[in-house]
């Protein structure tokens, strides 16, 4: 019996590395991809945050993520973690990231034997080597005890996908599907199930004769923190191609045998069947926001008549079109999986939320015509993320921007951070920098009249209870925060300590908005506006104490909040993520105002040096992603050069504790991509690009512009370890003098050429 359980196990293992072999017969772009990267909670050093990352299935930007499930999520934990050894479910997912909640998930799970229900109960244990990852395809073995293994596999598209199980021999075996999963205890500071416990039911349907599962999940983990949605469901239609011989369905610990309908707040259904060895079950699954007839419509669409090979091969197909937007050459096997995984991070977020034709809205809670995203990260993706797609996802960033403004239309504000309604996550206004940097970039497919009202309302409209709320991290809902403390910022010049949380960060913020919505001002001809609004970009000034040497927080009275220079500050002071070394540094908008605020180019220079000699410099987190390049402005760019040598081959590694810090869905890996290739948007809404340095000897870019395609070929010659400083850097044929490069030479030029060398050359500069 043993040896017949080794033999299964063998030919299981086989299958699933034959399967990936086969749909490999030539190594493609996306083949180099390993969604695995990211994955572990644990972080780089003790007290860093993983990579927040899951081995997802699914078309580029999808809108339901098809993966296994090694825990039950939460805000706070993703549903796959890398260092958990057992897999509780096969899940349609739509949490973003480890610090916001899923919503509308269902999940599957195989199972043989005695009838197991709930997550920790019907887990079974799995090892990594028996585990395959691919952006198109996911395979592991669940070991179900006696030598005996379910292969479990993944195919899926953007709103349907297919799971695929093979059985060993059993009288009993079964599918547990679980609807919704509101367990208290997973309670926290941060998840608080009892309103949700009290106020919405998941329901599930069994329908035994057209072999179908249907059903909804009103959850939403984020709840406490967005508003009321009564209309809010997660549709899915679930149809198996093995004859249910017997079902029940389930609410917590009650279990209701031959029951079709279930209604609870930690409930599902289950359907048995017996199996013969190496017997193949399909799993077809539809999802959908807007009805269950509309969850039919999308799995018609994307994988009806499609064998599971196929909607392999097709979705594997879609990546390899997509990641085709770029190709390094003369690099390592290591950097090509590091280079074209990251690409695959900066394509999975924001995530359609339209299906085919109708979204439904979570800002108004009803459903429109029209093309929509959702899962918007703006804090950090609008510093590299966004101003990467316009080179990437051309196509894509006007929809994205529209989706913003359906937004504002049908709540009254951009969003901050939806999932998929405001939370209010994070501070600030960045919708404000994604708009008018794709407008300063020419991307104007979208309703630039609302854009512009949009971004005069946040840099203008304080939120309501401004000056009666502090407005603090994840605070309960209480209607949309926009720049809370807005009101003090238009009139005495900052944010206040003590009354509205976060201060220093959001004064320095605030200004940073203000600058990308005076620059659109500009280009529309909105002189007054433009130079009203670039007057308050400048206040983040207000807050520097020359004595202390760092911004700091300031009393409504306008005395500074003194502190020792040697303690760390943190949210309760005043800041975001960071303390006010992470933020001396912040307004990436005005460089040259803050080298002058802070008493030339030798004083900034020597602040900067202590910053990163002092190991201040947080990779790990965004606010300080522009600082690498900040030695370009103060003439010392061989430093920039340094660090992003430094920094692009210490932060990213070829294996699952790969990334330095929170993807933050995409930013980290946006950030990597501008090193690679040489130059970094520091400022948004400026059209300019500070120079690094690239570290690949060629990478061809494919752009689209004024919907022509062109290739923009960047060249390091002589580039090595050694070899990491500029020499000279050329636009085709033309020196470039300096260490900047516009937007619009980019798109117009054809190659960039750079001598590297051993030494640094300090003429340029």
């Given at each position: 019996m043993k040896k017949i359980g080794i033999l299964s196990l063998f030919l299981l293992s086989i299958s699933c590395i034959s399967f990936a072999q086969k749909q490999a017969k030539s190594k493609q772009a996306v083949h180099y991809v390993n969604p695995l990267i990211g994955t572990p909670y644990a972080g780089f050093k003790k007290g860093l945050d993983g990579g927040g990352t899951v081995p997802a299935v699914g078309t580029p930007f999808a809108m339901t993520n098809f993966l296994a499930q090694t825990a039950e999520p939460k805000?706070?934990?993703n549903a796959y973690v890398y260092e958990q050894k057992s897999i509780m479910g096969f899940l349609a997912s739509h949490q973003p990231t480890v610090w916001m909640g899923d919503y509308g998930y269902v999940s599957v799970m195989p199972q043989v034997g005695e009838l197991k229900l709930l997550p920790k109960d019907r887990a079974l244990p799995f090892e990594h080597k028996d585990e395959v990852s691919h952006p198109y395809y996911y395979c592991v073995l669940l070991n179900t005890g006696n030598h005996q293994y379910i292969k479990g596999e993944i195919a899926a598209a953007s709103r349907a996908g297919i799971f695929q199980f093979t059985f060993p021999a059993a009288e009993k075996a079964r599918f547990i599907i679980q609807g919704i999963n509101l367990n208290p205890e997973l309670a926290d500071p941060s998840n608080d199930y009892g309103p949700r416990i009290k106020s919405i039911r998941g329901y599930v349907k069994i329908d035994s004769i057209k072999n179908e599962i249907t059903g909804y999940n009103p959850d939403r983990m984020s709840a406490q923190i967005g508003p009321d949605l009564p209309n809010f469901k997660g549709y899915f239609i679930i149809q198996c191609d093995k004859k249910i011989a017997s079902f029940g369905t389930w609410d917590n610990t009650t279990v209701n045998p031959s029951s079709i309908e279930q209604l609870g707040t930690r409930m599902g259904a289950y359907i048995n069947f017996k199996t013969r060895a190496g017997e193949k079950i399909a799993l077809r699954i539809g999802t959908s926001f807007i009805s269950l007839d509309q969850a039919r419509i999308n799995m018609a669409k994307e994988i009806s008549g499609r064998s599971f090979e196929q909607l392999v091969a097709s979705t594997?197909?879609?990546w390899q079109a997509n990641l085709a937007c770029m190709k390094p050459e003369g690099i390592t096997e290591d950097q090509q999986a590091i280079f074209y995984t990251a690409l695959f991070h900066t394509m999975q977020f924001p995530r359609e939320f339209s299906e085919y034709g109708k979204y439904y809205s979570a800002f108004d809670d009803q459903v429109h015509t029209g093309t929509s995203y959702t899962d918007f990260s703006l804090w950090d993706t609008y510093r590299a993320l966004h101003p990467l797609l316009i080179f990437t996802q051309p196509d894509r960033v006007n929809?994205?921007?529209?989706?913003?403004?359906?937004?504002y239309k049908e709540g009254g504000r951009l969003p901050m951070w939806p999932n998929p309604a405001e939370t209010n996550i994070m501070i600030s206004t960045h919708a404000d920098a994604v708009i008018a940097d794709a407008y300063v970039k020419g991307i104007r497919g979208y309703d630039v009249k609302l854009a512009y009202e949009a971004l005069l309302k946040d840099a203008m409209v304080p939120p309501y209870h401004d000056t009666s709320l502090a407005y603090g991290d994840r605070d309960l809902w209480t209607g949309y925060e926009a720049r809370a403390g807005l009101t003090a910022f238009n009139s005495i010049g900052y944010v206040p300590f003590g009354k509205t949380a976060e201060s220093v960060s959001r004064t320095i913020e605030y200004a940073s908005d203000n600058y990308s919505v005076a620059q659109m001002a500009k280009a529309l001809g909105k002189k007054y506006d433009y130079e009203k609004i670039l007057a308050w970009s400048k206040n983040y000034k207000n807050l520097y104490d020359s004595t202390a040497g760092f911004?700091?927080?300031?009393?409504?009275?306008?005395?500074?909040?003194?502190?020792?220079?040697?303690?760390?500050?943190?949210?309760?002071?005043?800041?975001?993520?960071?303390?006010?070394?992470?933020?001396?540094?912040?307004?990436?908008?005005?460089?040259?105002?803050?080298?002058?605020?802070m008493g030339g180019k030798e004083k900034f220079i020597a602040k900067l040096d202590e910053n990163f000699a002092g190991n201040h410099y947080r990779h790990d987190n965004e606010p300080g992603h522009h600082y690498c390049y900040l030695y370009d402005y103060c003439g010392q760019p061989w430093k920039t050069q340094e660090l992003i040598r430094k920094h692009t081959t210490e932060n990213y590694l070829n294996e699952p504790l790969g990334i330095n810090g929170n993807e933050d869905c995409g930013q980290m890996a946006a950030w990597y991509i501008f090193g690679v290739m040489g130059f970094y948007p520091v400022t948004p809404a400026s059209g300019i690009y500070a120079i690094g340095a690239p570290q690949f000897p060629k990478l061809i870019v494919n752009l689209k512009v004024n919907n022509q395609q062109k290739t923009f070929t960047i060249i390091a010659n002589k580039l090595s370890a050694k070899n990491k400083y500029i020499q000279s850097v050329q636009l085709d044929g033309r020196h470039i003098d300096h260490p900047f490069i516009s937007h619009a030479d980019i798109v117009k030029g054809r190659q960039l050429i750079f001598e590297m060398g051993p030494a640094p050359n300090k003429n340029w500069k």
């Open positions: 805000m706070g934990l594997r197909n879609t929809d994205m921007i529209t989706a913003m403004l359906q937004m911004l700091i927080p300031k009393l409504a009275d306008g005395s500074f909040v003194h502190f020792n220079p040697k303690d760390k500050l943190g949210r309760q002071d005043g800041f975001t993520e960071g303390d006010q070394w992470t933020y001396l540094f912040g307004a990436l908008h005005d460089v040259p105002g803050m080298i002058e605020m």
